[in-house]
């Protein structure tokens, strides 16, 4: 049986959950897959010359990654998150368990 209490903070976990996911997408919509298509234009010969060589160093050494680190925390705080999420669900269980434990005892008594 869990309380509402419970019941609150695992929709909160869950909805944070759910809007990491979605920053995830935007962060892979919005800024890796324009970076990279890009680099994949001007590597195709849309530009050509030091500064297109430049730009793309720069985007494939810095750009890129730095998203790529910025996906990877993302992803760190889902993991954290679901392992709070799943700690809460095991100590709400072993509480039951030891309240019926408990209660069994006492039904005769009473």
């Given at each position: 049986?869990?309380?509402a209490?419970?019941?609150?903070?695992?929709?909160?976990?869950?909805?944070?959950?759910?809007?990491?996911?979605?920053?995830?997408?935007?962060?892979?919509?919005?800024?890796?897959?324009?970076?990279?298509?890009?680099?994949?234009?001007?590597?195709?010969?849309?530009?050509?010359?030091?500064?297109?060589?430049?730009?793309?160093?720069?985007?494939?050494?810095?750009?890129?990654?730095?998203?790529?680190?910025?996906?990877?925390?993302?992803?760190?705080?889902?993991?954290?998150?679901?392992q709070?999420?799943?700690?809460?669900?095991?100590?709400?269980?072993?509480?039951?368990g030891?309240?019926?434990?408990?209660?069994?005892?006492?039904?005769?008594?009473?």
């Amino acid at each position: 049986m869990k309380s509402a209490i419970l019941r609150f903070a695992r929709a909160v976990v869950q909805n944070v959950l759910s809007q990491l996911t979605q920053l995830t997408n935007l962060v892979q919509e919005a800024a890796m897959a324009p970076m990279k298509a890009m680099v994949q234009a001007v590597t195709g010969g849309v530009w050509i010359g030091k500064g297109a060589d430049a730009f793309v160093a720069e985007v494939n050494q810095v750009m890129i990654p730095g998203i790529g680190v910025i996906m990877q925390h993302i992803g760190t705080w889902q993991k954290n998150l679901q392992q709070a999420s799943d700690i809460i669900d095991k100590a709400d269980n072993d509480v039951n368990g030891m309240v019926n434990q408990v209660s069994d005892v006492f039904e005769g008594i009473f």
